[in-house]
């Protein structure tokens, strides 16, 4: 009796450990500890003994079972780690997968990258960033600017003038900024003004009534053409590399005296001369020059003391070039086809 009863735990113990699954564990379970399972079947055999012989064999019998409990315990575990592990290896996640439902994300305009990347560079000079009004007074954007009232160099510039109000335009550049900043902060100065100008223009490929400046201006004793030159060459050569040139020729502007046309060499032929430049192997990107004395006084200067030089970049126009562009009507069209290209 003691050794069927010693056996059947054997038994138990090898099957026990080949069973994978949970109903094959269970139904081992009946078998062997269930009521009409083996043990209890050896058990009934029990009542025929002795009974001396009986609390022996109950006692093995006892042991037997607590053996099986805890073999089949053993087991129950290691099975259910098993299957766990299987199903999360079934059930993994791509975590680089996008998820399904996000919001639809903008992107900066083109304008703006261009505009924050010179922010970045200008300030790392020491210039402050200036905001000015876009619908400014004819004052601002002309008079204190050297272009009085009926000269003809106000021809040069295509101006919306507002309806009932004669002293108000929208501002055809951002230069009337260099008289705000003197007189906000007076001297020594260094600041640039990005920012929307507006001309009456027909618009095609090339023409645009809105479009974009970035207006540069230092104020300072003892500033020269060569200080100007040389921010403007780093400024290009941020822009198209350190083997770019600039190439400055006389050019008039009422608010500078002498006044420059500023060109970098062509990036794309690197000056060989292309479509891109026209075949001449410059880009026009900017106007320049040192800040005549009547804009020195109108900004409440000193002209005998201090000096400085002012340029305006075509901001617009450094977009169309860096990204390709060949319509400048894409920029302000909020078509989305185009934006969500940047
Ligand atoms: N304001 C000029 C323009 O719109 C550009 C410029 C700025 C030229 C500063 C010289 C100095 O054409």
Not at 327 to 340: P, Q
Request: glycine share 8%.
């Amino acid at each position: 009796m003691k050794d069927r009863l010693q056996q059947l735990k054997k038994e138990f113990a090898e099957i026990v450990d080949h069973v994978v699954d949970r109903e094959t564990l269970e139904e081992l379970k009946t078998q062997f500890l269930g009521r009409k399972g083996k043990l209890n079947g050896l058990m009934k055999e029990m009542a025929n003994l002795a009974d001396e012989e009986r609390k022996l064999v109950g006692a093995v019998a006892n042991e037997v079972k607590e053996a099986i409990e805890a073999a089949f315990g053993e087991a129950e575990c290691r099975v259910s780690k098993a299957s766990m592990a299987s199903s999360a290896a079934k059930e993994w996640i791509d975590v680089t997968e996008p998820a399904l439902h996000t919001r639809p994300r903008g992107t900066l305009h083109p304008v703006t990258r261009v505009q924050q990347d010179l922010e970045e560079l200008f300030t790392s000079m020491g210039f402050m960033v200036l905001d000015g009004p876009e619908l400014e007074s004819d004052f601002y954007n002309f008079t204190a600017l050297n272009i009085p009232p009926s000269h003809p160099a106000r021809d040069m510039q295509d101006t919306f003038y507002v309806d009932g109000r004669p002293d108000t335009v929208m501002r055809t550049q951002t230069s009337p900024v260099q008289i705000r900043g003197m007189r906000a902060y007076g001297v020594p100065l260094r600041l640039i003004a990005p920012g929307r100008v507006f001309r009456n223009e027909a618009t095609d490929v090339r023409h645009e009534h809105t479009f974009h400046q970035l207006e540069g201006l230092v104020v300072d004793k003892g500033i020269s053409m060569a200080h100007m030159k040389a921010v403007l060459e780093v400024v290009a050569q941020h822009l198209y590399g350190q083997d770019t040139k600039i190439r400055l020729r006389p050019k008039f502007y009422p608010f500078v005296e002498p006044g420059v046309n500023g060109e970098v060499t062509c990036y794309l032929c690197k000056g060989q001369g292309c479509r891109l430049c026209k075949h001449s192997g410059w880009l026009e990107i900017f106007g320049a020059g040192m800040v005549h004395p009547n804009v020195l006084k109108e900004g409440g200067v000193d002209p005998d003391v201090y000096s400085g030089f002012a340029f305006g970049f075509g901001l617009t126009r450094l977009v169309m070039l860096k990204y390709g562009i060949d319509d400048i009507r894409h920029l302000e069209s909020g078509d989305l086809r185009f934006l969500k290209q940047f």
